[in-house]
């Protein structure tokens, strides 16, 4: 959909397709069967206070979509490294002309070591579109570690899901969420969001 809520009926983008290709390819990886809607990225933006983060982290960017909103969102001498597992979104996204954005080839559970392979600090935030609910709990619960032990104190973890389920295996270590909907989107999407302890 447009602005204003009109249908959009322009053909598909390269990134659609490639996101249609990506998700018949690898299902377990890919959240979704289309990209994420404007009302969803801009949620997005707002729910993980972009616009004043010094440094942000994506996993699972996909082919894009909420990496431009996060681009459009972030100041001029913000950073984005946004850390994707199938090569072929690598590749389209490494195309994308922004110098503030870095993509690397990688899993979501090695934040930490690609944080440090490319020199940088702690983030602000991290944001998560890659898919709780289809990967086995063992591996999600190392991604939760992986992630918590990568922030500052203050830091903030969003993720965006379809099902409940991160927020089920995040219980024990990262306690409650706040939890936000998103009905603009195929399919509706919730947000839950975790802010570690100053001390």
């Avoid at 996993?59 to 894009?64: A, E, F, I, Q």
């Avoid at 969102?73 to 199938?86: F, W």
């Avoid at 979104?89 to 990688?106: A, K, S, T």
């Avoid at 992986?146 to 379809?162: I, M, N, R």
């Amino acid at each position: 959909m447009n602005k204003e809520g009109e249908l959009n009926l322009k053909p598909p983008s390269r990134g659609s397709l490639a996101f249609l290709q990506g998700f018949l390819r690898y299902p377990e990886q890919v959240a979704s069967i289309i990209p994420s809607s404007r009302f969803l990225e801009r949620r997005l933006v707002d729910c993980a206070c972009i616009r004043n983060a010094s440094l942000v982290v994506e996993l699972g960017p996909g082919t894009g979509g909420t990496t431009q909103a996060i681009l459009s969102a972030m100041r001029p001498d913000a950073r984005l490294l946004s850390i994707e597992i199938t090569p072929e979104f690598v590749e389209l996204l490494r195309r994308h002309p922004d110098p503030r954005l870095n993509v690397q080839l990688g899993s979501a559970e090695q934040i930490r070591e690609i944080l440090n392979q490319q020199q940088l600090g702690p983030p602000d935030v991290v944001v998560s579109g890659i898919p709780f609910s289809t990967m086995p709990l063992t591996m999600g619960r190392r991604i939760v570690g992986a992630v918590w032990d990568s922030l500052p104190p203050g830091g903030l973890f969003v993720a965006y899901q379809v099902r409940d389920r991160v927020a089920l295996l995040s219980r024990k270590l990262l306690g409650q969420p706040e939890v936000e909907l998103e009905l603009f989107n195929v399919p509706p999407m919730r947000f839950f969001r975790w802010r570690k302890p100053e001390a």
